[in-house]
């Protein structure tokens, strides 16, 4: 069972930067895809990042493409960083773990771990 928190989560204005991060515990960290997911309010919630088990390969959302940037470290924290925020960039942030056997990528069912979510909240 894994289980992970998301930090760092505020508010910030249009055009600066954020960084969220998300700890992750219980389990074999490196055998872990990680993602990031957001909701909006009123909205689903769709898919923002991707990072491959062994940090090999990431993946974006077009809205993220060009300012978002997913990486791991060696121990056991994924990292979104955050520039140019838009308003759209208002939401709840997940961090979600997939295990080695469903794969990663865009859509949530292959992440069976998620954390409760920190907001974010960009003002223009």
């Known amino acids: 069972q894994v289980h992970v928190v998301e930090s760092g989560g505020g508010l910030v204005q249009a055009g600066g930067s954020l960084t969220l991060s998300c700890a992750a515990s219980?389990?074999?960290?490196?055998?872990?895809?990680m993602g990031w997911f957001r909701q909006a309010p009123g909205r689903e919630r769709e898919f923002v990042a991707a990072?491959?088990?062994?940090?090999?390969?990431t993946y974006y959302a077009d809205s993220a493409k060009g300012r978002f940037t997913i990486s791991r470290d060696n121990g056991n924290t994924v990292n979104l960083q955050m520039n140019s925020l838009k308003g759209e960039g208002t939401a709840i942030y997940y961090c979600?773990?997939?295990?080695?056997?469903?794969?990663?990528?865009?859509?949530?069912?292959?992440?069976?771990?998620w954390g409760r979510g920190t907001q974010v909240t960009v003002s223009s």
């Open positions: 990072i491959r088990w062994d940090g090999g390969r």
């Open positions: 979600t773990a997939s295990p080695p056997t469903t794969g990663w990528g865009a859509r949530d069912t292959r992440y069976d771990y």
């Open positions: 219980g389990g074999m960290f490196s055998d872990y895809s």
